[in-house]
């Protein structure tokens, strides 16, 4: 199957500044990716759809200033949070698709301070 | 809003028996139901999936898909310990390139 990857796997930072996760497809081009973030004992709530080549679009409650996502290419999409919090912190997965199914990275544990 | 609700458990089965888990939906226009298997601190991964009424079979697995009741579930047989995890449903409109809505997850633990 697809495979996805995503780095880091986790990260600690300090509050307010800034982290960058990536997200790529290894063995095929996805022109759609997906990020979703999950807390402790809750499940995958989606983040964001984001597209190459255009702007991402965001779920409802979700601020788009806060959690920038590029997708440079049909390889590599990026989700930044920026000035993080405390309550930022949570398990990021992403996901492609490749003939219609989803794959998803193995997630990257993001731990703020 | 779309909703996916499944039982939280956790679900506790003897090894070798069949376990069942259930999912219900709230969107009538869901297209496409997906089980994923999640192990603690993991990301979930693809066990089965189903676009049609009735039965579909893999292996050990089978997902069974009624959309008049807007109900899924999966079925695993011979219950294996390294069954034991965390089985969450997922939908999705269908329509291209959707993102999934995940219900919460049913732990299941199989008893040796």
């Known amino acids: 199957g697809a495979v996805v990857s995503q780095h880091p796997s986790w990260v600690i930072c300090k509050s307010g500044t800034s982290v960058k996760i990536e997200c790529r497809s290894l063995d095929f081009q996805a022109t759609t990716m997906f990020w979703y973030r999950q807390f402790p004992k809750q499940s995958l709530m989606l983040m964001a759809t984001s597209n190459e080549g255009s702007k991402a679009t965001y779920e409802q409650g979700v601020e788009k200033d806060k959690f920038l996502i590029n997708h440079a290419s049909l390889t590599l999409s990026t989700l930044t949070v920026t000035s993080a919090h405390p309550e930022d912190s949570s398990f990021y997965i992403c996901?492609?698709?490749?003939?219609?199914?989803?794959?998803f990275g193995p997630g990257t544990r993001l731990t703020v301070t | 809003q779309k909703e996916v609700e499944q039982n939280s458990g956790p679900l506790s089965v003897p090894e070798g028996a069949i376990a069942s888990l259930n999912c219900t939906y709230s969107?009538?226009?869901?297209?496409?139901f997906f089980w994923y298997r999640q192990y603690s601190g993991k990301s979930p991964e693809l066990i089965m999936f189903?676009?049609?009424?009735g039965d579909k079979e893999d292996g050990r697995f089978t997902a069974q898909l009624n959309k008049a009741s807007q109900y899924v579930s999966l079925l695993i047989r011979d219950s294996q310990p390294s069954d034991s995890a965390t089985y969450l449903c997922a939908v999705n409109l269908g329509r291209g390139a959707d993102g999934l809505t995940f219900g919460k997850g049913t732990h299941l633990i199989i008893q040796p």
């Open positions: 996901s492609a698709i490749s003939s219609y199914e989803q794959y």
């Open positions: 189903i676009y049609s009424n």
């Open positions: 969107d009538r226009g869901s297209q496409s």
